[in-house]
Structures are given as structure tokens and as C-alpha cells.
């Protein structure tokens, strides 16, 4: 280790001076609102989509494809079809962790020197193209009556060959990087949490209800034009946030994208040692998250057929549930802002620990569910859960000197999105296994991962008191 890097960690907090006029820049904002309002809207009625698809490719009529999750006398159709549906979910969930993970790894250190603009519009573009496979499909679908469901696996290709989620979050973690400090990260983080909540609440609520009045075509075309909307805005007016962007020819650029030496500048990165056990708190915070990320995909892959075989909910219900649930979590980010950072100035590790053990109770609380009041329960206790994820990034946005967080944030997204290649195949086995007998099963791993979650966040608490005394040799520890 270099006397520069020990220098770096120390200054760290004082690197991103130079963007605090720029906390207020929220060009970028409404276009994530907007594009996951769009984008939520159709993927409500996917997993609906593939269940009457399947039926129909099953041999059964038009009639009772119609009434599923409707009435108990089609209960015998769910219980044949769900499993091929689940598979299907899962190889779509595959597909978008892959190729994504590995992308994510060269965009990362790509965009510490070209620009983030240019990386998260790539990937809104990603986005528009897949929902308009999805209205193409969907088309087709009307026309044919009877398609493979299958089919809808090509929709997501152009989102995952510019990134999809993995590549977009890490140029988001980037770009509000860029514009904060570390006294004000974790609330612009927070917030983008919140009004990502907010469009993923009004594109879940409302899907059902357009279903209802229209047709699955009118929601894909709907969602479609919302998100293209969204994308142009964000090419137009968002505003580049790295400050000195390299100059270069694109074939040079491209180059550098295919290049593995920042690749491997990325992994020194990470694994170096630091100091103050810096490097052991950073490796404690990307496992927090990349369990959280496991569960939440994990769970997320399963949860629409658990309530219809739990339940016997319909779209509407399932929808309804979901809308309650993230409203809460608005609820949750909002509090959290204003009672625990503004009011009692809790720290980001404070608030985490919180947010952990309230979503330990949720998962316990589903998995023994019997009733649908019990699973309502579940969505108020989960208050606080969704704040974690902006608590830990900040964290270690505050360990890591600006110029190597590209780096950290794309190794992190990358391993959030392996994670899925573990999390998608495991639920769905766990759910296929046990969805007659115990259909809430899959949620006890999820509480398992919750428990191990409170242990590394303890760790990192201990840690972090050793490294402050470190710091400053001359402070007590309680101060």
C-alpha cells in the first residue's frame, strides 16, 4: 500500500467538495420515477400473461384460462402449470443476471472516465426496446390465441445486452456519488429510493385496473411509451456528473470497454489492503448487500405464485398487496429521512441495524401466514426494510476515496447480480417442492439471510468504532 492511498482514505471526505453546489441537481430523477412507473406497469402483468399462455399451450380452453386464481375449480390447472411458469421466471431471471453481471464489471471503471451519462441512457434505451418486444408479443398473442410462452424470454434481450439493472444502478450509485458528499449522501440516496418506490407503487397499482378496463396489448403500449418518454428526457436534459470526461476517439472507447486491464484494476481495488480495517468493513457492507439483493430477487421470483396458491389471490389482489407494501416502504424511506437522520441524528450504521431486524420480522411473519389480514401485518412491520440498501451504500461510499467508488459500486453490482443465478434456481426449487404442503417455506431462507445480515452489521459496527479510534487516537470511543 501506497502512502498515497492511506492520504486518499483519510481525505475521502473532503474529495467531493467540489460537487456540493450541485446536491440539488435532480435532473435525473423524474426520468427513473417515470421509467420504473413505465417499466413496473408492464412487468405486473407478465407473470399473468405467462400463466394464461401456458394453460392455453397446455390444451385448455379459452374459458378456463380466463378464470384462473378466479375460483377454486381451477385449482387443479394452477397446480400443473405453476411449476413450468416458475421455470420460465426463473430462466428469464438467469438471463438478466448473466450477461448483465459481467457487463456491469467493465461499465463501472468505463464510466470513471467517459461519463455516466452515457452508460444509464444506454440502459434506458435497453429498457424502451424490451417493452416494445413485450407490446410485439402481445400483439401477436391476441392474434394467434395460442403462443409458447417461452417467447417472452427474447423480449429482455435488448435490456440485457446494455446492462439491465446491474449496469443502471451502478451508474446511479456513480452519478449521485459524484454530486454529494458524504454528509449528504445517504439522504440523496434515500431519496432516489423513495422515488423509485414511488413509481414502482403507481406502476404495480394501476396495472390491474388498466388490465381490467383494457387489454394486456393497451398496458405493454401504455408502459412502452411512458418509458421511451422517459429515456428521451434523460438523454436531453440529464446533465453529465464526472467532471473531467476523457476525450478520445469512440473506437478508443470501445477499446477501453473491452479492455480486462481495468477489469483487473477494478479486483486490486477491492482487495487491497487498507487501513483502519477498512478493507474488512467494505467486504462486510457488499455481502449485507448482496444478501439483501439475493432474498429480494429471490422472494420477488415466486411471491406472485405463493399467493395464489396461499391465497387464491387474482392479479388485482396480488397488485393491491404490492401497492400497499411499497406505499409503506415510502412511508418507511420518508421517516427514516426526517425522524432518524434529521431529528435524532442517528448514524447511516443506526439506521441499517433497524432496518435489518425490521425486515427479519416481515419474512417470519409471511412465512406463517394463513390468512391475508397476517400478510398486511407483514407489510407494516416491513416499515423500515427498503432503507438498508441506501445505508449501507453510503457507508461505504464514505470509506472509499471518489476516484475508486466506480470500481467498488461494479464489483457490488456484479456479485448483487450473481447472486440472482443462485437466488432465482434455489427459490424456485424450494417453492416447486413445497408450495402443496408448505407454501411459505422459501421465506424461512429468506429470514435466515436476514439473521446472518444482523451479524456482519454488527461486525461492521465494532469495526467501525475501532477504525474512528484510530482516526482519532485522542477521542473517546463513546463520544
Keep these: 500500500m501506497t502512502d498515497n492511498d492511506d492520504v486518499n482514505i483519510l481525505l475521502n471526505s473532503n ?17 427513473l420515477m417515470f421509467m420504473f412507473f413505465g417499466y413496473n406497469l408492464a412487468q405486473s402483468i ?45 430462466i428469464n431471471t438467469l438471463l438478466n443476471s448473466i450477461i448483465p453481471a459481467v457487463l456491469s464489471l467493465f461499465l463501472g471503471p468505463w464510466s470513471d472516465k ?17 417493452l416494445v418486444a413485450l407490446c410485439i408479443i402481445s400483439m401477436i398473442s391476441d392474434k394467434l390465441t395460442v403462443i409458447n410462452p417461452w417467447v417472452y424470454t427474447f423480449a429482455y434481450i435488448p435490456l440485457i445486452i446494455t446492462g439491465g439493472w446491474p449496469t443502471m444502478i451502478v451508474s446511479i450509485l456513480c452519478y449521485v456519488t459524484d454530486l454529494t458528499t458524504e454528509v449528504n449522501r445517504s439522504v440523496r440516496l434515500t431519496l432516489i429510493e423513495l422515488l423509485i418506490f414511488v413509481g414502482v407503487l403507481f406502476g404495480t397499482a394501476s396495472s390491474s385496473y388498466i388490465l381490467t378496463l383494457t387489454s394486456p396489448t393497451t398496458v405493454f403500449l401504455i408502459s412502452t411509451i411512458i418509458v421511451i418518454i422517459s429515456t428521451i428526457y434523460s438523454i436531453v436534459y440529464v446533465d453529465e456528473s464526472v467532471q473531467e470526461v476523457e476525450t478520445t476517439s469512440k473506437c478508443n472507447q470501445i477499446q477501453e470497454l473491452i ?38 430477487n429471490g422472494s420477488s421470483g415466486v411471491f406472485y405464485l405463493f399467493v395464489r396458491e396461499q ?41 441499517a441495524i ?22 398486511y401485518i407483514s407489510a407494516v412491520v ?67 439471510v436476514y439473521i446472518v445480515n444482523f451479524g456482519l452489521i454488527i461486525c461492521v459496527m465494532k469495526m467501525k468504532k475501532t477504525r474512528e479510534v484510530l482516526l482519532n487516537p485522542y477521542t473517546p470511543i463513546n463520544s
Excluded at 477498512?278 to 439483501?292: A, H, P, T, Y
Design 382 to 448: 416491513c416499515l423500515f426494510k427498503v432503507i438498508c440498501l441506501p445505508m449501507c451504500r453510503s457507508m461505504i461510499a464514505s470509506i472509499i476515496p471518489t476516484n475508486e467508488i466506480g470500481k467498488v459500486y461494479s464489483i457490488t453490482s456484479s456479485f448483487e447480480a450473481v447472486s440472482s443465478l443462485i437466488a432465482s434456481p434455489l427459490y424456485t426449487y424450494i417453492y416447486t417442492q413445497t408450495f402443496t404442503t408448505f407454501a411459505g417455506a422459501f421465506y424461512l431462507l429468506t429470514a435466515g
Design 311 to 351: 391465497f387464491q389471490w387474482t392479479l388485482k389482489e396480488a397488485t393491491l398487496f404490492d401497492s400497499v407494501t411499497m406505499l409503506i416502504s415510502i412511508i418507511g424511506c420518508t421517516v427514516g429521512l426526517v425522524l432518524f437522520k434529521n431529528l435524532l441524528k442517528l448514524s447511516d450504521l443506526t439506521v
Design 15 to 31: 474529495t467531493a467538495q467540489g460537487h456540493s453546489s450541485k446536491f440539488w441537481n435532480f435532473k435525473l430523477e423524474p426520468a
Design 259 to 296: 479492455s480486462y486491464a481495468p477489469v483487473i484494476e477494478m479486483l486490486k481495488t477491492c482487495f487491497k489492503r487498507r487501513l483502519f480495517k477498512e478493507r474488512r468493513i467494505l467486504w462486510c457492507l457488499i455481502m449485507i448487500l448482496v444478501f439483501l439483493i439475493f432474498s429480494m
Design 354 to 375: 433497524i432496518a435489518i431486524i425490521s425486515g427479519t420480522i416481515d419474512t417470519l411473519v409471511r412465512a406463517f401466514a394463513q390468512t391475508p389480514n397476517i400478510m
Design 114 to 130: 467517459f461519463g455516466r451519462k452515457k452508460v444509464f441512457c444506454a440502459t434506458f434505451i435497453g429498457f424502451s426496446l424490451t
Design 46 to 90: 407478465v407473470p399473468n400473461q405467462l400463466l394464461k399462455d401456458t394453460c392455453l399451450m397446455y390444451g385448455y380452453n379459452v374459458s378456463e384460462c380466463s378464470r384462473l386464481g378466479a375460483n377454486n375449480d381451477t385449482k387443479y390447472i394452477e397446480e400443473k402449470i405453476q411449476p413450468h411458469v416458475a421455470e420460465i421466471m426463473m
